[in-house]
């Protein structure tokens, strides 16, 4: 294994579903976005919030190309799934679980991160979750945000290792 790729382990059944999560967040910055997606503005950010006009100019002058990039590191994380994409419901359980080793070139590292926090900001806007306080560990709904969390946190520390 050479050194600087990263080596992922992953269940065909996440990978597939990692991959479907990747399609919606690619349809969502995709050509046809619909910027009154409240989504839309977790992925864009306001780095002037006291400063209203100075705000809707920065995010008019950068929008585009900050969910074009996105996109395009979508594309990258998608591609690299492809083998693990599944019709989950014609494949057995044990073919689901069954792990399976994802590499990642340096190269394209940031893309993953980039796309993993990004799938985690638009879930946190459909989530409503603002703060720390906002996320309920109890509830189920919350697992997904917290499984890219997870998945993320892996990718960084692998990252790590390559340095």
Known sequence: MRSDVLHIE??????????????????????????????????????????ADASRSFRETTRDDLLDRRALDADTVRAALDAL???????????????????????EVDAWMRTLTALRLVIASRLCIET??????????????????????LIIEAADELL
């Open 10 to 51: 992953m269940a065909r059944v996440e990978g597939a579903q990692l991959a479907r999560l990747v399609d919606d967040l690619r349809d969502l910055v995709g050509a046809d976005r619909d910027l009154t997606d409240p989504a839309i503005d977790r992925l864009v950010p306001d780095p002037y919030p006291e400063d």
């Open 85 to 107: 994409r599944a019709d989950l419901d014609t494949i057995t359980q044990s073919e689901a679980f069954e792990e399976h080793v994802i590499e990642i070139p340096e190269p």
């Open 132 to 153: 720390d306080e906002d996320h309920d560990a109890e509830d189920p709904r919350f697992g997904v945000y917290d499984w890219l969390g997870y998945r993320l946190e």
